[in-house]
């Protein structure tokens, strides 16, 4: 007999298990497990905002830090625009700059400019965040599709005034550079480090975005990691709670460490992974900027922002496991001590604090050790920023190489006094720099490449020092020295790796496949990614059987990283070229043409897609190109030339030479253009210029291979067999080993 109210039971029961179960779906908590430390394929799995539980949180067991904090440029970093926030003055005042005016006003509660939008119309812009506090604060716009972009008309807030931040560049609102374009954009130029837990969410395909963080500016967990568990674990463990690992930044993390990991906002850098989530270390989500033009002068001074750590890994106080908080508070970010007490920490006073030292008298500015060894520049503006590499001033450099050096600087005089009197107070110079070997190979000296070689051998040298050498080494012919670029892809420092792996692979990497393979293995995400770049080439069906697994695994990081630089142009470049490596030229084109969308005064891109056009006999999309970059750089000598060449390859030829005529005055040290302009010269029969232009050639080089022997087939031609036969002549002493030129020679005395 059945029990039907047993069956009932059972019904209701299992109804009532589904509703929990499907209630506990909905509901159940976001998990974030980090990945294994034993794989170097580190997750890239993010963190849910649900993980980080706000400063408030943390201010009730740590008081004294939370008061450090408050205020501080991580508080303040990004806040609602409110009454309390803002600071800047908006009772109807004008700031005029470049042509365009500012009209700073409220609406009720609400903050308003109303300037040049994106169209050249003005308009009124609501202002949502403020962004910094001091010395500027900046103000930031919604504009549609999720961009938020930053003004470029910021508050002083020192002074209390408006102010350009860059009152020297007229700038029109179709570039780039146009507060409501990417320039000052800041989804991608500003959030990765001005809030916590970002996510850019940008859709290339709808040019959008979707950003999102966890908490609006740099908070404790910003830094310490997301504090749920840690959280969880206090409170269920109470006075038995012991650290369990869960969080960053500690008091036991290691000095080199801790400079990592505030390196990743302090840094220039590109991104490898699609949003920081603590795995990994830092060279897991960035690479930094390597000492080169713009960022940096050839010794390694700051040249443009470098934000610190580019400047820092470089000082004998990184080498000596120096860190960011032996000088700044963690919290507070100010500086431990005042004046020269700070440096006193390490420095012994009676030595250095002395007049005996820095020869300035006592209690001056002039005898503050950071104005000698940490002199600064301006940077947007108002913000004046320390070289954190911590240097000896070198006058001596400054007159062989036109660097800087804080003497002169100081005391507006120039390098040669500065010198004069750098060797009456402390004689000669008594140590080795590394940048004795690095200016000769960076502006290419006869033999600098000796310096460059000393510096990446030499294994106690920085990282960055050394991977910098090993990309200025390039410019010597790196096929010169293959064998040691492939030794130092072994090399124990991944950032001499990831250099390495960039020189390769602008060299020919078909015929370095074997060497780049194992690379894809490299413990850093960084590093595996260029590799592939590297490797874009080759098709997947040869790869190795035992690198498929791993090849696949890094083509998806691959991918991922285009995806997350997708919005800069640089990230379009890398995407047109990858294409252009696997021959798929049209896929090549359109990713140029994207890059161009989004800056259209990149003409180093145009360039480049302008030869594409021609590479694939679209003459007319390739004249329009290089026409356009005319326009826009008539100084930049390259493109007549370029063009002109495509005109010679049209047999328009009265057009060939009106272009590499203005190419020899753009540009008169290249002797190619020498050496073309001859050739179509002579395809005229205009001999006089076909000599002229050469001879002319021969006064920029007068050793030059190819033009020597242009001139000799020249006077050859044209009946003028003794001079040919000088030119010649000299040309078999020159190049002994070129036996073209002794048979020549040759010939000609036997024609007599």
Known sequence: MVDFEMVKLKKEFVKLLLICVLVFSCNKESQYVSASEDDIFVSTKQIPDSHFLGDTNCKECHEDEFKAWSGSHHDKAMEIADSISVLGNFKNEKFTSQGVTNHFFKKGTDFYVNTEGPDGKYHDYKIVYTFGITPLQQYIVKFPNGNYQCLRTAWDSVKNKWFDLYPDFKVVHSEWLHWSRGGLNWNTMCSDCHSTNVRKNYDFKTESFDTKYAIINVNCEACHGPGKQHVDDVRRLGDKYASTGTMHMTLNTAPKDLVDQCARCHMRREQFSEAFNFEGTMLDHYFPQLIEEPTYYADGQILDEDYVYGSFVQSKMYKNNVACNNCHDSHSLKLKFDGNALCAQCHVPDKYNTPKHHFHKMGTDAAL??????????????????????????????????????????????????????????GTVDSIHFSDKLIPGIIRQPNGH???LDLINDKSETEIVRASAVKALSGYNAENFINQ??????DRSAVVR?????????????????????????????????????????????????????YEKVKKEFFTHLETNSDFVGGRVKRANYYIKRGEIDKGIAGYESALAIDNLNNQARL?????????????????????????????????????????????????????NKAV???????????????LYDKKNDQKNAENILVKGLKMDANNESILYALAYHYSKY??????????????????????????????????
Request: glycine share 4%; charged share 20%.
């Open 369 to 426: 050790c950071i104005n000698c060894h940490m002199p600064g520049k301006y940077y947007m503006g108002n913000d004046f920023r320390r070289d954190h590499s911590f240097r000896v001033p070198r006058p001596d450099l400054s007159l062989k190489y036109g660097t800087p050096n804080a003497c002169a600087g100081c005391h507006k005089k120039d390098d040669k006094w500065a010198w004069e009197t750098f060797q009456k107070l402390y």
């Open 498 to 550: 990831g250099a390495t792996v960039d020189v390769l692979s602008e060299i020919n990497s078909t015929d370095y496949v074997n060497s780049f393979l194992p690379l894809l293995e490299d413990p850093k995400r960084s590093v595996r990614i260029k590799t592939f770049y590297a490797l874009s080439g080759m098709n997947a069906s040869n790869v190795p059987e035992v690198y498929k697994a791993s």
């Open 719 to 752: 009946g003028q067999a003794n001079k040919a036969k000088n030119i010649l002549t000299r040309l078999v002493q020159l190049y002994p080993n070129n036996p073209q030129y002794a048979i020549f020679l040759k010939q000609l005395n036997v024609k007599g």
């Open 665 to 679: 005055i753009k540009m008169q040290e290249n002797t190619r253009v020498y050496y073309n302009l001859s050739l």
């Open 485 to 490: 670029y492939l030794s130092w892809l072994n």
């Open 450 to 452: 000796v310096g460059l």
């Open 608 to 660: 480049t897609l302008a030869n594409l056009y021609y590479n694939i006999k679209n003459y007319k999309k390739a004249e329009e190109a290089f026409k356009t970059v005319i326009v826009q750089e008539p100084d930049y000598g390259p493109t007549y030339y370029s063009l002109g060449l495509m005109y010679a390859e049209l047999n328009q030829t009265n057009e060939a030479i009106a272009q590499l």
